[in-house]
């Protein structure tokens, strides 16, 4: 019996748009300056938010529920947007010094951005394994694309061990399908229910290696190792990149999977808060010690991580909402950090952390604006960053992990240090000369801290602005196909 | 009113940012001084009712602030030092606009801590008072300030952010619909969760009062700030612990205080000996201060924690009027600096020179030291007192602590301000304009208090007595 | 006339003398001071005369939380018989000790701080003796405590130090230092007597629920409170006493105190401050009358004094030196009185001890500045050839302090001899040697001064001015005649004092046969007039400037040496051990910080750049899990 | 017919030796060839479990599993070539620069 393929446009808007903006890059990259591209890119990227506004709860669906544009995937695409908006007009101004200004950048930006939105918007493993390996494979590229050794390596580094890990997250869906017969979200939660005792077994064993591969995706503690060699290595608008969108979208990955499809499945839960409390502890240690500023960013990427996975550890409708507060926070922030360093590096190696001394006095809008993102970073309020963490250990400590969110809380003392350091050396008076990079016009790079700053502190004192939208509880309990 | 109160410091230091040079110094003081009329309107018009509007109602913060009682007395205190720091700052710190929008920005903050009714809003303004606090230490302080600096935010984070999971499990536990503290009495912890989360948020408290054995960080905090005193002024208003733990601590855990009160109590009696035996040691004025601000602390600590009504009341008023003298006596150090170069005890002789200065410090320091006609006396008395009643041996022990306190204060005086001037050292100017008042107001304000205490007996008692009632009789 | 208008006219003189010091050129400040007092002490005479048997009592404003009786404590003031007298001796003696320093203090360039500062120490005084509860009082207590620092501490830097020349500098150097530790020293141990003092406020406040004098003296009588609470309230106020009058072992701060000027000495070491802890034990009768044991330990610890001082005083050197442990044994008289519940004698004692003494510190005062700062009595001497007026005065003084009969000294001294020979031998026995030791003292005191060949520096010594010598007269008026006030039955008087103070206080009448109190007076006389002629004795040799005991008494026992060994440099290294344990336990948590940091190191270690590297921790957390897993199903499963 | 459970330990055989590739190989392209042999075996279990399940949509999984290790090949290729011009070896130990 033939059936009419249940194909619906509209669902997939959002993600044709960005992908229209992909091919285009591709495309007219040899007819246009890159700039004019990256506008067009910017431009397409406000439609598919324009896009998804006019989805908002429609619960539209295609492919037989495969491409779900529900509440939740809109709220995480619109995160991956602007992160993805900060990407592009930070490269605006540093791409052309950091020698990555070819029209291939923006075309695998795009390709990667598509992925990512797929996997927001996705229905079932295999949806969200396409996305995945979109936004994995334009990532390796982008990691590679400028012509230096450090680039080259840590390219080769993200691409090897990625594709390990793939491998790993592959074979856990083969197993997930092999216990519950489905590949599609809520199917797999309708039958997680009434499995035999053998089939239980192999979901657990499918859970873990999905936990396994998404934990290399988010860089949870031990399979973290590629990210500060990656993010440290890789052009700081490509880390920027990477570590904002890319590990937005793994996260929404894990929420659709670990807080939908697996909800109720046993044993991943157990095993997830051991690595959080790795994570937590070697994220935030290691951090410690770092000297270079752009390399700290990296491992504090990774120290979020545990904070931004304590979420999944809640309830779905606590968690989720927390995680989808968190992941915007986490974008602004980061990416106004990365922004700031990309503008004032010299060199791609990014800044030594003593350089920053003084730098109140040479730039004292930018250093207003990092120390905020510092501040925020480390959770003080009145900034944004202090509700994401509360949500966060709210989410853990309402559903029972009350010892991990202590340790989290203890962890965050240790991120508080390292956060300070940079954020208060910039306003000790200091009379060495400047080493940082002086010159240029940077009115996008200002426009992009502006936004992520005026995002954190507007979101900080007023987190109504975004939480509430979130925190309907119907969006995540949809999540399992409820 | 009391909105306009509270955020109007942190306007008048946006509003510096924006102000030309030379104007800087009448915005900032204009500002301190309308938002201390402010708060004395609100006094005069009987305080602030709770007022209360949803701020994020998906997770039951409430902003919900009111100036009453023990509140409102800490809140015009702290409205009346910001007002000091920023006189004397104008005058002693040159180019000081950074300086001055810091202090105002920390007296928002502060003001915040006191007017909080939310839990939650509690937290943050805790919090953020914490950022100018640091910026000031990070901006003017010494060579040595990283350190203390990191150690001054470490400690602080490290209880706040347990103090956090605390706020979290007491609504959680205790099931109320929102932060406001009105809601969380209703709806009380129960059993030993209860004590559980009370340890939680006494570590913060701890921190901020300070307590022993969390109280490094003050004495570095004090030595590395800038010497002309005014951020010390600041931090010893933000020493809100005993406040937190009367306003919050109390009401919402009733039993666990009942039950962990000798603990505490031998705790606060142990930090006020050994924070005044220390002090003897001390050739720093400004560590030397810190040690004796923390042995006052340790006399708040033991009222709050004695859970008698005098013993609170006189906590209370300690609490509010240490603010004072203590942070003059930064003030005194800072003009002492600005003229002998040097902030150590034995410089020698300087009263010869200075008289005003030295008699007003002398004032000041017998303020301190709680002589009786002064503002300290009333408190540590009405303390003392109380924790007699409840426990005489802890009473007697931290009681020791006003005979080192006389050890203290006067050794250092003494080798600073009397004995001969050394040869040949420079000659020492005495008190000049603002400077008279920038000590002379304080001095005024802990002598009024010290002679005639009923305004401000007739805030806090009824606070006290309603929230002590909360606890199920004494 | 209000009360509060007593401590109100000096502390007005105190306000306007320290905050507009320019606005009195010259002497004006010291007319101000002199003239405020004397306005109290007008008041003082008007309240007096109009006195009725009620005392009066005058609230003025709430003050401290909930120390009354289901109230906050008033700040208010008390006019009884007592506090009416002690009103009296110090506006009266402090009026005339302000006129004397008017000239004393004349050419002291801090002359207005001067008078600021005794004029403050007059208003505490007033509040002391005036207040209605115990807190009112600890004000004034602590308040006399501050003023006495304040004037101790008076020449803080040395009187020259302004100085150019090295020597004359260095030597005000150091005179600087030990004024000023003289001062630090008296204030402390003060404040060890005030921890009492508050100790048994709290006692008392925990077993009657009140501080209020009245109230309490309306409570206790009835209360149902164990003795053993009664009695360590008492001693408490005891510590307290102690504290403030010197008695043993708080003492040694009395004498150190000299080094303020003279009339502070006159004023506050002898006439009126020290004796505050006689008045705080009169006052608290109430209590003592129910505690029998710490009415015996006073009466010991008074015993005890009277003799340490006046052992201490045998061979001092220095003219204020001798007169200061004289007063710790003076102190020690009126301790023994009113802890053997003799209270009439010994505010008798107190008030007489207040002419004497100031009469002779005075004196002294007048020596001092004719020799031109001298102190040492071992080069002074036939000061009766150019000071002929002063030394009337002083003999005066000498005459009533050792007792001879008509002299005010003999009438009051002989009442606590009396009293005590009734209730304790042994001290009695005690009392009448201090009597002999006394005369003894004093008749050195005075043949060194005033007697034998000038052995002084300056060529040709000036008697005083006028303004010195009318106080002198006055004092040495009612030295000589004072004890007439009192004069007991058997000599035909009528208990005059007794009968007064007995209105407020209860006079316990001691009941001795005439003959006995004939023996008794006889015996104190002898004691009085031997000691003079030992003293004349020892003149006629030549060999009084060395008196007995030698060093030991000259270091006053040795109790200074002992108290710094035992407590002074204990608690000092308790302080610095303290203190580097302080930095130490900031450096144990840093270390801890540091070392829990420490794996963060080993963690840049793991991250050794080799990706295969990465790729092993990868697989293996992933083998680890799935073992976990594994291990979990075949558990599950068996 | 075979039991699903050969296939699966077959396939687990397959991954653990792909596993063990990844860890003792120094060059690359054996490495990448290792991870090949991993994504591999997830489609031999995928097969089976469609097999056991009777349902058509992990074979067709297959297909696009198949075409992601293609395109991981066009990438990985590239990345490993450009390195080579570089530095003229392929071993994967030579890359060490970013560390710590």
Redesign the interface.
Same mark, same amino acid.
């Given at each position: 019996m033939l059936q009419v393929p249940d194909v619906h446009l509209a669902p997939m808007l959002p993600i044709l748009i960005v992908l229209a903006g992909a091919l285009a890059s591709t495309v007219l990259g040899f007819h246009l300056p890159r700039r004019a591209l990256t506008i067009i890119n910017l431009v397409m990227l406000v439609l598919s938010g324009v896009s998804m506004a006019y989805l908002w709860n429609s619960g539209a669906a295609a492919f037989g529920g495969s491409l779900q544009a529900d509440n939740a995937a809109i709220l995480l695409g619109i995160t991956i947007l602007i992160g993805s908006a900060m990407t592009l007009l930070v490269s605006l101004d540093t791409a052309y010094r950091a020698r990555v200004s070819f029209p291939e950048f923006d075309a695998m930006l795009m390709y990667a951005v598509t992925g990512t939105l797929l996997i927001a918007f996705s229905g079932d493993l295999?949806t969200m394994?396409?996305g995945l390996?979109i936004m994995s494979?334009s990532g390796?590229?982008l990691a590679?694309l400028q012509d230096s050794?450090?680039a080259?390596?840590?390219?080769?580094?993200y691409?090897?061990?990625g594709?390990?890990?793939?491998?790993?997250l592959?074979?856990g869906?083969?197993?997930v399908?092999?216990a519950t017969?489905?590949?599609n979200y809520a199917g797999i939660a309708a039958k997680t229910a009434g499995l035999t005792?053998e089939n239980v077994?192999i979901l %657990?064993?499918g859970a873990?290696?999905l936990?396994?591969g998404f934990?290399?995706k988010v860089a949870l503690v031990?399979?973290h190792?590629?990210t500060?060699?990656v993010y440290?290595?890789a052009p700081t608008s490509v880390s920027l990149f990477l570590s904002t969108v890319v590990k937005v979208a793994a996260f929404a990955g894990m929420l659709r999977v670990f807080g939908g499809a697996l909800q109720n499945a046993p044993?991943w839960a157990s095993?997830l808060q051991i690595l959080i409390a790795a994570t937590l502890?070697?994220g935030n240690?290691?951090? @410690?010690? +770092?000297t270079n500023f752009k390399?700290m960013l990296a491992y504090s990427a990774v120290a979020h991580t545990g904070f931004l996975a304590l979420t999944l550890l809640g309830t779905p409708a606590l968690g989720g *909402?927390a995680m989808t507060y968190y992941l915007l926070i986490y974008t602004l922030m980061t990416a106004a950090s990365f922004a700031i360093v990309a503008a004032l590096q010299r060199s791609e190696k990014g800044m030594e952390i003593g350089d920053l001394r003084g730098l109140?006095y040479r730039h004292p809008g930018y250093a207003v604006a990092l120390a905020v993102c510092l *501040?925020s970073l480390?959770g003080?309020?009145?900034f944004a960053g202090?509700?994401g963490k509360?949500?966060a250990? +709210?989410a853990a400590?309402?559903n029972g992990y009350?010892w991990l969110? %202590?340790l989290a809380?203890?962890a965050? %003392?240790?991120a @508080?240090?390292y956060y300070?350091?940079p954020a208060?050396?910039m306003?000790?008076?200091d009379r060495t000369p400047a080493r940082e990079y002086q010159h240029g016009e940077r009115p996008a790079t200002t426009f992009t801290v502006a936004l992520g700053v005026v995002g954190v502190t507007v979101l900080g004192i007023l987190?109504?602005l975004w939480?509430?939208w979130v *925190?309907n509880p119907g969006i995540w309990g949809a999540l399992a196909g409820r | 009113m009391i909105h306009l109160m509270i955020f109007l410091p942190l306007l008048g230091s946006l509003l510096l940012l924006a102000t030309p040079k030379r104007w800087r110094d009448e915005v900032a003081g204009f500002v301190a001084a309308l938002t201390l009329g402010l708060g004395l309107l609100i006094w005069r018009g009987g305080g602030a009712e709770v007022f209360r509007v949803d701020w994020i109602p998906a997770l039951g913060v409430t902003y919900s602030v009111a100036l009453d009682g023990v509140s409102l007395t800490l809140a015009l205190v702290t409205a009346f030092m910001s007002f000091i720091a920023v006189l004397y700052a104008a005058r002693r710190i040159s180019n000081p606009g950074t300086m001055l929008s810091l202090v105002l920005a920390m007296e928002t903050g502060l003001l915040g801590i006191f007017a909080a009714r939310d839990l939650l809003l509690f937290y943050v303004f805790f919090e953020t008072a914490l950022l100018p606090a640091l910026l000031m230490l990070a901006i003017y302080g010494k060579p040595n300030r990283m350190r203390a600096l990191v150690k001054f935010a470490a400690y602080t984070l490290f209880g706040s952010l347990l103090m956090l999971l605390s706020i979290i499990g007491v609504k959680a536990y205790g099931g109320s619909p929102t932060f406001a503290l009105a809601d969380l009495i209703q709806n009380p912890v129960k059993g030993a969760a209860q004590t559980w989360l009370y340890l939680g948020f006494l570590a913060a408290m701890a921190v901020k009062l300070p307590l022993w054995p969390l109280h490094a960080w003050l004495p570095d905090f004090h030595e590395q700030n800038h010497d002309s005193g005014v951020p010390d002024v600041m931090g010893t208003l933000y020493k809100v612990g005993g406040y937190g733990l009367f306003q919050f601590g109390l009401p919402l855990f009733p039993d666990a205080s009942e039950q962990l009160r000798p603990i505490l109590m031998g705790l606060a009696a142990f930090t006020a000996l050994y924070a005044a035996w220390i002090a003897f040691r001390q050739t720093d004025w400004k560590r030397l201060i810190a040690y004796a601000g923390l042995s006052h602390m340790g006399f708040v600590a033991l009222g709050v924690f004695s859970l008698n009504e005098t013993a609170t009341i006189g906590a209370m008023y300690l609490l509010a009027f240490q603010n004072v003298y203590t942070g003059a006596l930064f003030l005194a150090v800072g003009m002492l600096q600005e003229r002998v170069g040097s902030v150590h005890t034995r410089v020698g002789g300087v009263m010869t020179q200075a008289g005003a200065l030295g008699g007003m410090t002398l004032a000041l320091w017998f303020a301190s030291i709680a002589v009786p006609g002064l503002a300290g006396f009333v408190g540590e008395f009405s303390v003392l007192l109380g924790a007699y009643q409840v426990q005489p041996w802890l009473a007697f022990i931290a009681g020791l602590s006003t005979i080192a306190a006389a050890a203290y204060a006067l050794t250092a005086f003494q080798t600073t301000f009397w004995q001969g001037r050394p040869l040949g050292a420079v000659r020492v100017a005495d008190l000049r304009h603002t400077e008279w008042l920038v000590l002379g107001l304080p001095l005024a304000v802990a002598v009024f208090f010290g002679v005639y205490s009923a305004p401000a007996l007739n805030l806090i008692q009824p606070a006290v007595r309603g929230v002590l009632a909360g606890l199920g009789g004494q | 006339m209000p009360l509060y208008l007593l401590p109100l006219f000096p502390l007005i003189g105190f306000a306007l003398l320290i905050l507009f010091p320019r606005l009195f050129p010259g002497r004006a400040a010291g007319w101000l001071g002199s003239a405020t007092v004397l306005a109290s002490f007008v008041v003082a005479g008007a309240r007096y005369l109009g006195q009725t048997d009620t005392p009066a009592h005058e609230v003025l404003w709430t003050w401290l939380p909930n120390m009354a009786l289901n109230a906050n404590l008033s700040a208010g003031f008390y006019l009884d018989q007592l506090s009416a007298l002690m009103a009296l001796i110090i506006t009266g003696v402090g009026f005339l000790i302000h006129v004397y320093s008017v000239s004393y203090m004349g050419h002291d360039p801090k002359f207005t701080r001067f008078f600021a500062f005794m004029n403050f120490f007059v208003a505490m005084m007033l509040i002391l003796v005036l207040a209605d509860s115990y807190p009112l009082m600890f004000v004034g207590w602590e308040g006399v405590g501050t003023a006495s620092y304040l004037l101790i501490g008076f020449w803080f830097s040395g009187r020259n130090s302004e100085a150019s020349d090295k020597d004359l500098r260095g030597a005000s150097d150091r005179e600087g230092v030990a004024n000023s530790n003289a001062a630090r020293k008296a204030f402390i141990m003060n404040r060890i007597g005030d921890l009492g003092f508050m100790l048994g406020m709290f006692l008392l406040f925990k077993l009657y629920g009140t501080l209020s004098i009245p109230e309490l003296a309306a409570r206790v009588p009835g209360a149902q409170v164990a003795t053993a609470g009664i009695e360590l309230a008492c001693l408490f106020l005891l510590v307290g006493a102690i504290g403030k009058s010197g008695q043993l072992p708080l003492t040694t701060w009395l004498p150190d105190a000299m080094a303020g000027p003279t009339p502070v000495s006159a004023l506050i070491h002898a006439a009126t401050m020290v004796t505050a802890g006689v008045y705080l034990i009169t006052r608290s009768h109430f209590l003592y009358d129910l505690a029998p044991v710490a009415s015996t330990w006073v009466a010991w610890v008074g015993g005890l004094t009277a003799l340490y001082g006046a052992l201490s005083a045998l061979n001092q050197h220095d003219i204020k030196k001798i007169l200061a442990y004289s007063t710790v044994s003076q102190l020690g008289y009126m301790f023994m009185a009113v802890g053997l519940h003799a209270y009439s004698a010994g505010v008798f004692h107190l008030l007489t001890h207040a002419f004497f003494k100031a009469l002779l510190f005075l004196s002294a005062g007048a020596v001092i500045h004719a020799l031109h700062e001298e102190q040492d009595v071992r080069a002074m001497g036939g000061m009766r050839k150019f000071m002929p007026f002063t030394h009337i005065a002083a003999l005066m003084g000498v005459l009533a302090i050792s007792g001879i009969p008509i002299w005010s000294g003999f009438f009051s001294k002989d009442a606590i001899l009396a009293a005590a020979y009734t209730s304790s031998p042994l001290l009695y026995v005690v009392g009448l040697g201090v009597a002999l030791l006394t005369a003894f003292y004093m008749g050195r005191w005075y043949f060194l001064v005033w007697r034998g060949e000038y052995r002084g520096h300056v060529p040709h010594p000036h008697e005083a001015d006028g303004l010195i010598k009318v106080p002198l007269g006055i004092l040495a008026a009612l030295a000589t005649l004072g004890g007439f006030l009192n004069v007991p039955a058997f000599l035909g008087g009528g208990h005059a004092f007794d009968a007064y103070l007995g209105r407020a206080i209860p006079v316990h009448l001691h009941e001795i046969p005439a003959a006995t109190e004939w023996l008794l007076t006889l015996l104190a006389v002898a004691a009085g007039v031997g000691g003079l002629l030992w003293a004349l004795a020892e003149h006629r040799r030549r060999s009084l400037a060395d008196g007995p005991l030698g060093q030991i008494s000259s270091n006053a026992l040795y109790l200074d040496r002992v108290y710094d060994g035992l407590i002074g440099a204990p608690s000092r290294a308790i302080a610095e051990g303290l203190d580097v344990v302080d930095r130490g336990v900031d450096g144990t948590l840093a270390g801890i910080a540091r070392t829990s940091a420490a794996p963060g190191g080993l963690f840049s270690l793991w991250q050794s750049g080799f990706v295969r590297a990465y790729a092993v921790s990868m697989l293996l957390g992933t083998a680890l899990i799935l073992g976990y897993w594994a291990i979990k199903t075949i558990g599950g499963g068996a | 017919m075979a039991p699903t459970a050969y296939y699966i330990a077959l396939s687990g055989l397959l991954f653990a030796i792909g596993m063990i590739g990844v860890l003792t190989r120094r060059t690359a392209i054996m490495v990448f060839l290792s991870v090949e042999l991993m994504l591999n075996a997830a489609n031999l279990a995928l097969v089976a479990f469609a097999r056991a399940w009777g349902d058509l949509t992990a074979q067709t999984a297959v297909f696009i599993v198949m075409t992601l290790a293609a395109a991981e090949v066009a990438i990985g290729l590239a990345i490993i070539v450009s390195i080579f011009r570089k530095r003229e070896t392929t071993n994967v130990d030579d890359l060490a620069g970013l560390k710590g």
């Open positions: 295999i394994l396409i390996e494979l390796y590229v590679t050794r450090p080259e390596e840590s390219g080769l580094k691409f090897l061990l594709a390990a890990g793939s491998a790993i592959i074979y869906i083969a197993f399908y092999g017969g489905s590949l005792p077994g %657990v064993g873990l290696l936990l396994a934990a290399f031990p399979f190792q590629w500060p060699d440290s290595g044993g095993v502890i070697i240690a290691a951090s @410690l010690f +770092q390399r *909402a109140y *501040a480390a003080l309020p009145p202090f509700f509360y949500l250990f +709210q400590f309402q009350v969110s %202590v809380a203890l965050s %003392v240790a @508080l240090v300070l350091r208060m050396l306003f000790m008076p987190p109504n939480y509430g *925190a | - | - | -």
